[in-house]
């Protein structure tokens, strides 16, 4: 079931992706636990995770970029430590936020993706390119110029994918990405997913969306629960939310 | 005003870089502080509503993005008329309109990107003294712009909450709820802004 993937590819349609090591890790925030001792080695291309609401799914995402820190234990992206070594993963993670209003911090869209190249010091000569190739691949360079707060859920969603794929990275977290789109966005956002290279971590309650996916783990309380195919896990889920 | 931010043009404004511009309103703003004669002042201004107009914005999208302002404007003028001294009226007003026009055409033909870039710019120097941090302040004035529809729409959205609840408009009613979701989506950016690498690389190109 485990695979490598390499980390260098010139060809855009091969498979990008890094190793995800979670060992023994447990953290606490607002003073309960949301993660109790979470060991697990993430290498697949499609890896669903799926849990009740404050189960912990979202912390387990935000704790690979390094956003949260475990109280306990080490998360290592690629060998590098997710909170030590923060700006390394995030130059090769990107995390989609559930609400992309959250995470577009610039006024127009050709902007707001130019800022991702900029942080992670990308010459200027390539902004405009980079920016453009993206918007394009996503079928949104009629956004390029478009204000931000004049565009609709789905736009925004694209928008915030957007950011993140500009800056070219091996594995993509997605934060419950559909759970804001109407039926036509969350299509389109199921086969853009299924066409990215890059691997790919979802936390969502979609459960079809996970159903072709190489691995599901089930969270509850913090812990997983169940690590597996995704017909299994998903019945795990079903069975244990009744 | 936020609607006609940064718009796409090719206007001699349009052109001008935004270092130039911002220079130009500074050093104008100036100068319209010392001049004290009422007839050049109301030419200024309307020079200004010129330039203003030659962005392509439209005279109503103009008068609507300024009339909070130019109502206060009017308010400040009347104010002076009425405690008897109308020559200082006679500045005051031509001297704000001017401002006012001058400013909205510099950020109607500037993108945001550029306003932060010479905004980080100008400050580089009070960063070099280790006064203080140019982009994260570039950061906050992006970031002013780009959430203040944000928070108008956030502040619809709990009025009419409230309004299909039956509650009247009540300022309290409003603040609180308002409040309270601001700080619950600042904390959500900031962790955006986090995972999307800022502050920058300092060994960047850029």
């Given at each position: 079931?485990?695979?490598?993937?390499?980390?260098?590819?010139?060809?855009?349609?091969?498979?990008?992706?890094?190793?995800?090591?979670?060992?023994?890790v447990?953290v606490?925030?607002?003073?309960?636990?949301?993660?109790?001792?979470?060991?697990?080695t993430?290498?697949?291309?499609?890896?669903?995770?799926?849990?009740?609401?404050?189960?912990?799914?979202?912390?387990?995402?935000k704790?690979?970029?390094?956003?949260?820190?475990?109280?306990?234990?080490?998360?290592?992206?690629?060998?590098?430590d997710?909170?030590?070594?923060?700006?390394?993963?995030?130059?090769?993670?990107?995390?989609?936020?559930q609400?992309?209003?959250?995470?577009?911090?610039?006024?127009?869209?050709?902007?707001?993706?130019?800022?991702?190249?900029?942080?992670?010091?990308?010459?200027?000569?390539e902004?405009?390119d980079r920016?453009?190739?993206?918007?394009?691949?996503?079928?949104i360079?009629?956004?390029?110029e478009?204000?931000?707060?004049?565009?609709?859920?789905?736009?925004?969603?694209l928008?915030?994918l957007?950011?993140?794929?500009?800056?070219?990275?091996?594995?993509?977290?997605?934060?419950?990405?559909?759970?804001?789109?109407?039926?036509?966005?969350?299509?389109?956002?199921?086969?853009?997913?299924?066409?990215?290279?890059?691997?790919?971590?979802?936390?969502?309650?979609?459960?079809?969306?996970?159903?072709?996916?190489?691995?599901?783990?089930v969270i509850?309380?913090?812990?997983?629960?169940?690590?597996?195919?995704?017909?299994?896990?998903?019945?795990?889920?079903?069975?244990?939310?009744? | 005003?936020?609607?006609?931010?940064?718009?796409?043009?090719t206007?001699p404004?349009?052109?001008?870089?935004?270092?130039?511009?911002?220079?130009?309103?500074?050093?104008?703003?100036?100068?319209?502080?010392?001049?004290?004669e009422?007839?050049?002042?109301?030419?200024?201004?309307?020079?200004?509503?010129?330039?203003?107009?030659?962005?392509?914005?439209?005279?109503?999208a103009?008068a609507?993005?300024?009339?909070?302002?130019?109502?206060?404007?009017?308010a400040?003028?009347?104010?002076?008329?009425?405690?008897?001294?109308g020559?200082?009226?006679?500045?005051v007003?031509p001297?704000?309109?001017?401002l006012?026009?001058?400013?909205?055409?510099?950020?109607?033909?500037?993108?945001?990107?550029?306003l932060?870039e010479?905004?980080?710019?100008?400050l580089a120097?009070?960063?070099?003294l280790?006064?203080?941090?140019?982009?994260?302040?570039?950061l906050t004035?992006?970031?002013?712009?780009?959430?203040?529809?944000?928070?108008?729409?956030?502040?619809?959205?709990?009025r009419?909450a409230?309004?299909a609840?039956?509650?009247?408009?009540?300022?309290?009613?409003?603040?609180?709820?308002?409040?309270?979701?601001?700080?619950?989506?600042?904390?959500?950016?900031?962790?955006?802004?986090?995972?999307?690498?800022?502050?920058?690389?300092?060994?960047?190109?850029?």
């Amino acid at each position: 079931m485990e695979r490598q993937w390499p980390t260098e590819t010139t060809d855009t349609t091969a498979p990008i992706g890094q190793t995800i090591v979670f060992a023994d890790v447990s953290v606490v925030r607002d003073g309960a636990i949301a993660l109790r001792r979470v060991s697990a080695t993430l290498t697949e291309r499609r890896i669903g995770v799926v849990g009740l609401n404050g189960s912990g799914k979202s912390t387990l995402l935000k704790a690979i970029v390094g956003l949260v820190a475990p109280s306990e234990g080490t998360i290592a992206v690629d060998g590098r430590d997710a909170v030590t070594e923060a700006r390394a993963v995030r130059a090769t993670t990107g995390l989609l936020f559930q609400n992309p209003d959250s995470q577009i911090v610039f006024p127009i869209v050709g902007d707001d993706l130019a800022f991702g190249l900029k942080n992670h010091g990308v010459a200027r000569a390539e902004v405009g390119d980079r920016v453009a190739t993206t918007l394009e691949r996503l079928g949104i360079a009629r956004l390029a110029e478009r204000r931000i707060h004049e565009l609709s859920g789905g736009e925004k969603q694209l928008v915030a994918l957007a950011g993140l794929l500009v800056i070219e990275p091996k594995t993509l977290l997605f934060d419950e990405p559909t759970s804001q789109l109407d039926l036509k966005n969350r299509n389109r956002l199921r086969g853009l997913l299924a066409d990215l290279p890059q691997q790919a971590i979802v936390a969502s309650h979609d459960l079809e969306l996970l159903a072709d996916f190489d691995r599901v783990l089930v969270i509850e309380a913090g812990r997983i629960v169940f690590d597996g195919e995704p017909a299994a896990a998903i019945a795990t889920h079903i069975e244990r939310s009744a | 005003m936020i609607d006609g931010l940064g718009s796409t043009g090719t206007t001699p404004l349009h052109r001008l870089p935004a270092g130039v511009k911002l220079a130009g309103l500074a050093v104008i703003a100036t100068v319209l502080f010392v001049v004290r004669e009422p007839m050049v002042l109301t030419a200024v201004a309307a020079a200004a509503i010129a330039v203003a107009l030659s962005t392509g914005r439209g005279v109503a999208a103009t008068a609507r993005d300024l009339a909070l302002p130019l109502g206060l404007v009017a308010a400040i003028g009347a104010v002076e008329w009425g405690l008897g001294d109308g020559e200082v009226a006679a500045c005051v007003v031509p001297r704000l309109v001017a401002l006012l026009f001058l400013a909205h055409a510099v950020t109607l033909t500037t993108s945001t990107a550029e306003l932060a870039e010479t905004f980080e710019a100008g400050l580089a120097p009070f960063e070099r003294l280790g006064l203080i941090d140019a982009g994260r302040a570039a950061l906050t004035l992006t970031l002013a712009i780009r959430f203040v529809p944000l928070i108008v729409e956030e502040a619809r959205e709990i009025r009419e909450a409230q309004a299909a609840r039956g509650l009247s408009i009540r300022p309290t009613a409003l603040i609180v709820p308002l409040v309270v979701r601001v700080l619950v989506r600042a904390e959500e950016v900031a962790d955006a802004i986090d995972a999307r690498g800022f502050p920058p690389n300092k060994n960047s190109n850029m």
